[in-house]
């Protein structure tokens, strides 16, 4: 086979996604491609997104069809140099097999866990291995499903380790005084009770903010700092989107709520509002919320500004913030390095995955 | 923590939770427990079909109570209860036996709120198992929850799985309200991602099941999967169906079902229980009055026929809705032409 | 058990209230402005008040659609019931119930009924509740002789004796269910016969004597209290009126219902016993029975000049939140 033929395959979002439906070509074949560019737009039930090229080359075929479903892993595209034979193309594409990808609940896939952390149970999931570890810590209301498009991505050279904050998705409910302090002292211990040492620390709006805590709280436990779309770089932030966002007990409430954060309000599913649901719906999570929307946010303002600690910081920090963020101003990455990312809202991470997971991985 | 659970243990989950939570919380049935006045086992069953089994072990002769085979008795009594301080949650074996205790139902605990002046509170829960394919035949296979669902003041669950059905009953144990949960047997041994956890499922919002454009299909309990399959089927045709599961009759999430239908002009309906007043008509009557400008198909409904249920497996599998037929209905409802 | 003087008063206050309460509806339903349709309690009073006195507001009672006395008895607002008589929108239950579903819970009477042999599984679990919550509070259910007849009040008898529910079978036997007579249809004759069929005790008094329903009921109460079970108490009693307001009442005998105001009647009985034994003055009897008169004056006239429910109140109290 030859080797510099590469096929571009269905990517696996997330632990649930089984199949792939290809909703536009956004390249023609024959155009050259690689890195940073979008060449096929996917959904799943969970998210639509576009995928770029992976490696630099010529868009030789584009194999499957607009509208067709395929399963994770299935063959989208190939790409290859423009001196490759039409008929290696056809022989590797007439030869190509879907590799048996695990489902949810299958064996290889790698499954949440949960570790005792000061009387409470946080859940995690950990992929990946060696190079500086990345913890990615999710924002109000979110979970470690957030980083659906990221996880695997930086999974790939280093372990990357995502978990849920106290009161939120599988973590215990209790949260003490809501305020970023007790969230930051929640992720250091599971740091330390899971031997990561100094890693890369990526949070996202209040999860930034945790980040920033445990990485002046903890020297010893911060290798670096990506801050998206982070609260604690000012005081401003959306209130009545966390109102709405925690009194959202029904579908259609809270898919409205959900449109805010993306630039695309399109892209927020029934998979993804009933997955948030699900965790809404625990007992204990609405109160939870609430306790961390007062501790963390009273009055609709955000009570943690750290620009100045962070200037002590002698790690490489970063911010990165979707240029159409309506929950926090994206003012607010004003006097650090930052990246504003065109097209994209507050999920910035979701909306534009690849991008910023290069950055993410471009840091340390 | 989720983790597969049956539908059975998955509503023995919800009591022994709730229990553990409220201590007002109380079980009445028949057999619930198993052996009471027998000289053998205590908790010899747990139920007809297993599903209380455990909690008398856990809760005690005080909290889970095997009753005389008097349905008008401890049906009424866990009415009774409900307005004294308890939250009982009474089992009747098949929704069949309804006809030895209806009154104490709808007579009695659907009306007192109303007819007391909004000054009565009826938290009782009143679990019950229902639909054919057991080969059980007429008396013990029927889905009666449109009779149940006809009589304002009481609230009907239908759950299609194991998720919904621990959420459900959670809630349905918290309301303040007589609630009907509904349990297919032929669901009980189907597993699901259940959490850990104890969480509520509001009543009157419909599951969106699967998404799509072209035909909506309204499905209930045992019938959502079959729609699914359908619906899988379908798309291998190029029929992009939606399948909405209301998951309660009363409350019904009307709205969900006539947003989705003015989204794809056509409305298929499938409902186990027997055609006439049925949920299949009941659901296709209101989105013609509501959305009758967006239907560019008549409304199709596949229920069960206007015959009691039959016993024979040729028969009954006859009797039942298929994925094939609702299939079939899909077609029709997308290939007509005014 | 030892009544005392403010126990009397109250027993003779309720009573007569009960009387002229029933006298009036009588007279009121003839005028043909109250809507639907009544079953008069009067001639039973002492059944009700000697069962009720022995209770608290957390006791509960269940009744049956000839449910006024009981709900007086057990403390309902006279008022109020007149009210709802009238379906005004101040009644008792909003004006949503009417005669025969009038309930308060606050005073632990659980409702009149209109299901006949409704009441006694509903009673069976209020006992359920107070046994589980051990609350030492017993129920009562009131039923008829046509009441008796249901398979629901035999299938309760059974299963508070099998549970050894706090509960009292009270039977107010007055000799006919609608029009058909409780001598042919009552199999065993009387039904405190059927007592020893669920293993309970029963016991038979005159319903007419308030002090011998009175005894009847504080021994059953007490074995419920103390966790004995249930009791069967046939209180024989006569109805003054028809089985509800209109009824032509061809299948009583000549004469019958004179026959028993002028000789079968608790008031007089309770009054000349009391005043007999020194217990209480006439006179503090005849100014109960101007209070009375007076409060049931005020509530009829009330209830005419009282709005209806509207539009607004149709949809309310079906469900608490839905």
Not at chain 1, 74 to 87: C, F, K, T, W
Not at chain 2, 34 to 62: H, Y
Not at chain 3, 177 to 186: I, K, N, P
Request: glycine share 12%; aromatic share 6%.
């Amino acid at each position: 086979m030859n080797p510099s033929i590469r096929a571009v395959t269905v990517p696996k979002w997330g632990m649930a996604m089984s199949e792939g439906k290809v909703t536009r070509w956004l390249v023609a074949e024959g155009a050259a491609v690689g890195p940073g560019v979008e060449i096929v737009d996917v959904e799943s039930t969970k998210i639509a997104s576009a995928i770029e090229a992976p490696v630099v080359g010529v868009l030789r075929r584009r194999v499957a069809t607009e509208g067709a479903t395929l399963p994770v892993g299935g063959l989208l595209g190939v790409i290859a140099d423009a001196s490759v034979a039409d008929a290696d193309l056809d022989a590797f594409v007439a030869g190509f097999k879907v590799e048996a990808v695990a489902a949810d609940d299958g064996a290889g896939a790698p499954a949440p866990t949960y570790v005792e952390v000061g009387g409470n149970r946080l859940r995690y999931l950990a992929m990946g291995d060696g190079g500086i570890p990345v913890v990615l810590i999710h924002g109000f209301g979110g979970d470690l499903e957030n980083w659906l498009f990221n996880q695997p991505a930086l999974a790939a050279s280093r372990r990357a380790i995502a978990l849920d904050l106290p009161g939120h998705g599988g973590s215990s409910k209790a949260v003490g005084a809501g305020d970023v302090a007790t969230l930051a002292a929640a992720v250091a211990g599971l740091l330390v009770a899971l031997d990561v040492g100094k890693a890369h620390l990526v949070g996202h709006s209040l999860g930034g903010a945790v980040a920033a805590r445990v990485a002046i709280d903890h020297p010893e436990a911060a290798a670096a700092l990506s801050l998206i779309a982070s609260a604690g770089l000012g005081p401003e932030i959306d209130g009545a989107y966390l109102q709405e966002f925690i009194a959202a007990g029904r579908r259609r409430e809270l898919g409205a709520a959900l449109g805010k954060l993306f630039a695309d309000p399109a892209l927020v599913t029934g998979d993804m509002i009933n997955n948030v649901l699900k965790s809404k719906r625990l007992d204990g999570a609405t109160e939870a919320l609430t306790a961390i929307a007062v501790g963390s946010f009273p009055g609709g303002r955000q009570a943690w500004v750290m620009r100045d600690r962070l200037a002590g910081l002698t790690i490489p920090v970063q911010a990165i913030f979707g240029a159409e963020d309506r929950i926090i101003p994206t003012a607010h990455a004003a006097g650090l390095p930052s990246h504003i990312i065109a097209g994209a809202g507050h999920m910035v991470h979701m909306e534009k995955a690849a991008e910023v997971n290069r950055l993410i991985g471009g840091l340390v | 923590m989720a983790r597969k659970l049956t539908f059975r243990q998955a509503v023995n989950e919800a009591l022994r939770q709730e229990m553990r939570r409220d201590p007002t919380v109380i079980l009445l049935g028949e057999d619930i427990a198993g052996g009471k006045g027998s000289p053998g086992e205590q908790d010899a069953w747990g139920g007809d079909m297993g599903i209380t089994k455990g909690l008398i072990g856990e809760f005690g002769e005080r909290r889970v109570i095997d009753t005389p085979i008097s349905e008008s008795a401890f049906i009424g009594a866990a009415v009774g209860a409900a307005t004294s301080g308890l939250r009982p949650v009474a089992e009747l074996m098949f929704v069949d036996f309804m006809g030895v205790c209806f009154d104490q139902i709808f007579n009695q605990a659907a009306k007192f709120r109303y007819m007391f002046g909004g000054k009565a509170k009826t938290p009782v829960v009143i679990r019950t198992q229902m639909g054919a394919g057991y080969r059980a035949a007429a008396q013990h296979s029927q889905c009666l929850y449109p009779l149940f669902t006809h009589i304002p003041g009481l609230k009907c669950v239908v759950p299609s799985g194991a998720y919904d059905c621990k959420g459900l009953l959670t809630q349905a144990i918290r309301d303040d309200d007589p609630v009907i949960f509904f349990e297919h047997k032929l669901l009980y041994d189907v597993a699901e991602d259940v959490p850990e956890e104890q969480y509520t499922i509001p009543f009157g919002e419909a599951n969106v099941v699967r998404e799509g454009n072209d035909v909506t299909i309204v499905a209930l309990a045992r019938m959502v999967s079959f729609a699914k399959t359908a619906a899988e089927t379908l798309a291998k045709e190029g029929i992009d169906c939606e399948v909405i599961d209301p998951r309660t009759t009363s409350p019904l999430d009307l709205d969900t079902i006539l947003e989705s239908v003015r989204r794809t002009g056509r409305l298929v309906v499938v409902d186990e229980a027997h055609p006439r007043c049925n949920m299949a008509a009941d659901i296709a009557a209101q989105v013609a009055e509501q959305a009758f400008g967006a239907l560019r198909a008549p409304p199709r409904m596949v229920t069960a026929p206007h015959t009691p249920v039959p016993f024979s497996p040729s028969l009954e599998d006859l009797f039942v809705p298929s994925p094939e037929k609702i299939a079939t209905a899909v077609r029709e409802a997308r290939a007509y032409k005014a | 058990m030892q009544i005392n003087r403010t126990e009397l008063l109250e027993a003779y206050r309720k009573m007569r209230t009960i009387r002229v309460f029933e006298e009036r509806v009588h007279e009121e339903f003839a005028t043909g402005q109250m809507p639907g349709f009544v079953h008069l309690y009067a001639g039973e009073e002492a059944s009700a008040v000697g069962v009720c006195l022995n209770l608290s507001d957390d006791d509960k009672i269940c009744s049956t659609h000839r449910g006024h006395g009981h709900c007086i008895a057990k403390g309902c607002d006279v008022p109020g019931m007149m009210l709802e008589l009238y379906g005004r929108r101040d009644g008792l239950c909003g004006g949503k119930g009417g005669s025969m579903h009038i309930a308060d819970l606050s005073k632990g009477m659980m409702g009149a009924n209109a299901i006949v042999g409704g009441g006694p599984p509903l009673a069976c679990g209020a006992a359920l509740a107070a046994k589980t919550l051990g609350t030492g509070k017993v129920a009562v259910t009131f039923t008829g002789d046509g009441g008796s007849n249901q398979g629901t009040t035999f299938e309760s008898m059974n299963f508070a004796s099998v549970l050894k529910l706090p509960v009292v079978f009270v039977f107010e036997n007055n000799g006919y269910a609608e029009t058909t007579g409780s001598s042919w249809s009552v199999a065993c004759g009387d039904i405190v016969n059927r007592a020893p069929a669920f293993a309970m005790p029963g016991v038979m008094v005159d319903g007419h004597d308030f002090f011998a329903v009175h005894e009847a009921a504080s021994e059953a109460i007490a074995r419920a209290r103390a966790g004995e079970g249930p009791t069967l108490i046939e209180v024989k009693v006569d109805r003054y009126f028809g089985h509800h307001e209109g009824d032509s009442e061809k299948y009583r005998a000549p004469g019958e219902v004179a026959k028993l105001r002028a000789e079968k009647d608790c008031l007089k009985r309770f009054r000349k016993r009391v005043t007999e034994a020194g217990l209480l003055q006439a006179g503090e009897l005849d100014a109960i029975d101007r209070d009375v008169g007076a409060l049931i004056d005020r509530s009829v006239k009330a209830a005419l000049a009282a709005p209806m429910p509207t539009a607004a109140d149709l949809m309310t109290d079906v469900y608490i939140s839905y």
